[in-house]
T-cell receptor, first 113, second 115 residues
Framework: GDSVTQMEGPVTLSEEAFLTINCTYT??????LFWYVQYPGEGLQLLLKATKADDKGSNKGFEATYRKETTSFHLEKGSVQVSDSAVYFC????????????FGKGTKLTVNP | EPEVTQTPSHQVTQMGQEVILRCVPISNHLYFYWYRQILGQKVEFLVS????????KSEIFDDQFSVERPDGSNFTLKIRSTKLEDSAMYFCASAYLGAKRETQYFGPGTRLLVL
C-alpha cells in the first residue's frame, strides 16, 4: 500500500541554520504531497503542498519540490527561526476513494537561539 | 479564520468503558475524517465520512468504533469498550469539496489515555 518514510528526528539546529527534512514515498499513481506542521499544543496545520511532478510548494520560507523520479518531497528552509520549532509531518493523499492522507512518523525540530 | 475544534482535549478512562470524542468541523465542509497517533508512531487514518455515511475505513476501525454526525455541526467518534491500546491522540479533520477537498483541516486533537 501507499506509504511515507520520513527522516527520523529529533533535529536540533541553531537559529539561521539551513534545514532539510527528507521525505520519500511509495504510491500507486500520482498522489498529491503535503507537509503539515504541529506547533506545541496545537493541531496539524498545512504548511505546503504539491499536486504534480516538478511542482514546488512554498510557504513561510519553507519549500519542497515533488520529485517523481526519486519519489521524494524533501522540506527545506534556508534560515530557520526559533519560532519554527515544531513537529513536521510529510504526507500523501491517496487517489480515489476517500482520498485519505497517509503520514510519515513526523520529525521534531528544535531551533535554539 | 474558521477552524476545526475538538473536545475534550484530554480524556482518561478505564479499560472497557465507552468514550465519545467530539469534533466540530468547519461549517461548509462536507468530508470528515478521524485519524489517530499512538505515542511515537505515525498518524494513522481511521475513517472518512461523507453524505452521512462512512466512505472508507481502515483495519483499525473495527466494530468497537463508530462515527456519527448527530446534527448539522458535530462529528463524533465512539469507542464502545476501550482497550489499553486505544490510548492515543485522536485528530478530527474536515475538507470542503472538489479540488479544495485535498486540503484537510485538522483539529488540535484529543489525547485519550486508557488505564
Amino acid at each position: 500500500g501507499d506509504s511515507v518514510t520520513q527522516m527520523e528526528g529529533p533535529v536540533t539546529l541553531s537559529e539561521e541554520a539551513f534545514l532539510t527534512i527528507n521525505c520519500t514515498y511509495t504510491a500507486t499513481g500520482y498522489p498529491s504531497l503535503f507537509w503539515y506542521v504541529q506547533y506545541p499544543g496545537e493541531g496539524l496545520q498545512l504548511l505546503l503542498k504539491a499536486t504534480k511532478a516538478d511542482d514546488k510548494g512554498s510557504n513561510k520560507g519553507f519549500e519542497a519540490t515533488y520529485r517523481k523520479e526519486t519519489t521524494s518531497f524533501h522540506l527545506e528552509k534556508g534560515s530557520v527561526q526559533v519560532s519554527d520549532s515544531a513537529v513536521y509531518f510529510c504526507a500523501l493523499r491517496t487517489q480515489g476513494g476517500s482520498e485519505k492522507l497517509v503520514f510519515g512518523k513526523g520529525t521534531k525540530l528544535t531551533v535554539n537561539p | 479564520e474558521p477552524e476545526v475544534t475538538q473536545t475534550p482535549s484530554h480524556q482518561v478512562t478505564q479499560m472497557g468503558q465507552e468514550v465519545i470524542l467530539r469534533c466540530v468541523p468547519i461549517s461548509n465542509h462536507l468530508y470528515f475524517y478521524w485519524y489517530r497517533q499512538i505515542l511515537g508512531q505515525k498518524v494513522e487514518f481511521l475513517v472518512s465520512f461523507y453524505n452521512n455515511e462512512i466512505s472508507e475505513k481502515s483495519e483499525i476501525f473495527d466494530d468497537q468504533f463508530s462515527v456519527e454526525r448527530p446534527d448539522g455541526s458535530n462529528f463524533t467518534l465512539k469507542i464502545r469498550s476501550t482497550k489499553l491500546e486505544d490510548s492515543a491522540m485522536y485528530f478530527c479533520a474536515s475538507a470542503y469539496l472538489g479540488a479544495k477537498r485535498e486540503t484537510q483541516y485538522f483539529g488540535p486533537g484529543t489525547r485519550l489515555l486508557v488505564l
